[in-house]
């Protein structure tokens, strides 16, 4: 990342989007809160937070959100709109070992029986590769991993997609984008959505390919990025 973070002390998560942070002469401002979930585990009232600033007076809220502690007290990127990123320079850097070998690559395209957009399109003379992203920050237990963090039918409806991709005879892909530092393994939350959990079993089967990369996360650099594969489990 090209600037520097700032750290300050969680207040409170509301409205899902806003955050009230305390800075370190007692200052509290609000801060927008980047992802949509539930955010089980990542919000830990007092504990410290990093956001960034856009630098932008005009923004109603100019600071963002994008690491949390957790109540095990690792690190989570919860900043959402960062997985994109992450994986796409994770493909591109050839950390993703599994997306390597494409001549081309198309974020947000248009497919699917269910008017989706794929995350990912990745393009060569012999094949297309479907690429779907999901960022992985819920950790109940130690090292294990959960997704999703909420009951996702948008989740589900993902996976028939990919499905629908396999059985037409190209590559379909789910890669769980672990922004978690804690997190050494994978696994669907049935618990949380026994649903999702099925879908992504009947998908296993059918030949999506599942894969996770967990990033490195230093919030004092601002610096986050993939560097490990993890295994991913059908169930915990």
């Known amino acids: 990342m090209s600037q520097?973070?700032?750290?300050?002390v969680l207040l409170r998560?509301?409205?899902r989007f806003l955050a009230d942070v305390r800075l370190s002469d007692g200052t509290e401002i609000t801060i927008h809160c980047p992802n949509t979930g539930s955010m089980r585990q990542c919000v830990v009232p007092e504990s410290p937070c990093w956001f960034s600033d856009s630098g932008n007076p005009k923004r109603k809220y100019r600071h963002t959100w994008e690491?949390?502690?957790t109540p095990s007290g690792h690190w989570a990127g919860i900043n959402t709109g960062r997985a994109?990123?992450?994986?796409r320079q994770g493909i591109e850097s050839g950390v993703v070992a599994e997306l390597q070998g494409y001549d081309r690559l198309r974020p947000e395209v248009r497919?699917?029986?269910e008017n989706s957009r794929i995350d990912f399109l990745l393009e060569s003379e012999e094949e297309r590769c479907y690429v779907e992203v999901k960022s992985v920050t819920l950790m109940e237990t130690p090292g294990h991993g959960l997704f999703p963090d909420a009951v996702s039918e948008r989740g589900r409806k993902h996976l028939r997609e990919l499905m629908d991709i396999v059985h037409q005879g190209d590559r379909g892909v789910l890669l769980f984008c672990v922004q978690h530092t804690g997190v050494a393994q994978v696994a669907p939350?049935?618990?949380i959505d026994p649903a999702y959990g099925d879908t992504l079993r009947q998908a296993m089967a059918a030949g999506v390919e599942v894969y996770a990369y967990r990033a490195e996360i230093d919030p004092q650099r601002a610096a986050i990025a993939l560097t490990q594969r993890l295994p991913v489990k059908a169930r915990l």
Request: aromatic share 14%.
């Open 4 to 8: 520097k973070w700032q750290c300050g």
């Open 13 to 15: 998560r509301y409205k």
């Open 67 to 69: 690491v949390a502690t």
């Open 84 to 87: 994109n990123q992450l994986v």
């Open 111 to 113: 497919y699917g029986q």
């Open 189 to 191: 939350a049935d618990e």
